[in-house]
């Protein structure tokens, strides 16, 4: 029975282990945690790049946690949250941010309007 319980906390997730390199396209419906090195579509509910860890390409998550390093295009829907050894660079869009002392941010920052912030103006804008 404890083994079926692991199974659930874990389903969905994946991890990418310091000195593991991975290059493609993937689709996670839960966390995808990277010590290692990440290319190519990223997909996902959480992000949790670890201080060895390295994510580039064209990344869409809801929540990302960065303490290591992540280029191109990093989009996040709610929250991003960047610690002091976290570096991003490229085009990042996101809801919410918090950057600790010493994380850095380089190239294209935007910031994503909340959904329900456009429903209002719209219906403002309708009467």
């Known amino acids: ?3 079926k319980t692991a199974d659930r906390d ?3 997730t994946i991890f990418i282990g310091a000195g593991v390199e991975f290059k493609g396209d993937m689709v996670v419906p839960g966390c995808a945690s990277v010590d290692g090195k990440f290319e190519g579509t990223l997909k996902a ?3 949790v790049v670890g201080q060895t860890g390295n994510v580039s390409g064209q990344i869409s ?4 946690e960065v303490r290591g ?3 191109d295009n990093l989009t996040v829907q709610s929250k991003l949250v960047v610690r002091a050894t976290g570096s991003i660079s ?3 869009s996101y809801a919410r941010i ?3 002392e010493g994380g850095e941010l380089a190239g294209t920052i935007n910031k994503i309007a909340h959904p329900e912030a456009n429903v209002v103006a719209l219906k403002t804008g309708a009467e």
């Open 45 to 47: 509910k959480s992000l």
């Open 69 to 71: 390093t992540v280029g």
């Open 10 to 12: 874990t389903e969905g």
């Open 1 to 3: 029975m404890n083994d």
């Open 98 to 100: 918090m950057v600790e």
């Open 90 to 92: 490229g085009a990042v």
């Open 61 to 64: 998550v809801e929540t990302a």
